[in-house]
């Protein structure tokens, strides 16, 4: 005879419980456990305090920051080898200081680390097209990120005060970096609307505080330093051209 089949009864699988971490026993364990998340929060916070104190007399507008030499206007990016939104507005208001004789020279400083991508000659076009004689802008094609940037304006450039244009959520960020660099600057912060890309902006500003009191403690040297330039110099004393 055939052997008898056992019916199987298939059972859900039920997923395990989650034990939660626990709490310690003593108040002597809590107190150390409360003082050490407290202790983990000041660390977090730190990098971003530092630069708010040490920049909120250094931020002004377009029509109230004292007249420089030179402004640095920091890259955000292309698209379609354009500007973005972004760039552009900052682009706009460096146009506006110039115009307005806030300042003789724009140094545009961005990535070019790849052929196909060139933010300083793209923010170049773009203020020609805006009035800005050529002649007055200078191009820095190794400004990676904003620590290279307020290096490369100091030692390869020989910038030691400027204004600086860039976003609102990142301006204080730049002049406490350009600060560290040697750079003695008022930042003029663009404001944006308070879409998806301002809040993505704001809150990765959170995360580059800790980095940006790294490199103001530390000072690497930037991905591309090289040799020293003399193109803001050539710029300031040159005769104004038109367009």
């Known amino acids: ?43 977090a916070l730190a990098p971003a305090t530092w630069m708010h104190v040490g920049t909120e007399d250094r931020l002004r507008t377009t029509a109230d920051v004292p007249a420089q030499d030179v402004a640095v206007v920091f890259g955000a990016g292309l698209w379609k080898g354009r500007p973005t939104p972004y760039l552009a507005h900052r682009l706009d208001a460096a146009a506006e200081l110039y115009r307005t004789g806030k300042v003789k020279v724009l140094l545009v400083t961005g990535d070019n680390s790849r052929t196909e991508y060139d933010e300083p000659s793209a923010m170049r076009k773009y203020l ?72 993505y902006g704001t809150t990765r500003e959170l995360a580059a505080a800790g980095k940006a009191a790294l490199d103001a403690a530390l000072r690497p040297d930037p991905h591309f330093l090289g040799a020293r330039e003399d193109g803001v110099t050539k710029a300031l004393a040159s005769p104004v051209k038109a367009p």
């Open 1 to 43: 005879m055939p052997a008898r089949l056992t019916r199987f009864r298939w059972r859900p699988r039920l997923p395990r419980t989650v034990r939660l971490p626990r709490l310690p026993r003593t108040v002597r364990a809590r107190r150390r456990t409360v003082q050490a998340v407290m202790l983990g929060a000041v660390l």
């Open 128 to 199: 020609a097209a805006r009035g800005v004689p050529d002649g007055r802008v200078v191009s820095d094609y190794a400004g990676f990120d904003t620590w290279d940037s307020c290096v490369r304006a100091k030692k390869i450039f020989g910038v030691d005060r400027a204004v600086l244009v860039t976003q609102d959520f990142h301006i204080k960020r730049a002049v406490a970096l350009c600060g560290a660099a040697g750079v003695e600057s008022y930042g003029v912060g663009v404001g944006e609307p308070h879409d998806a890309t301002w809040y």
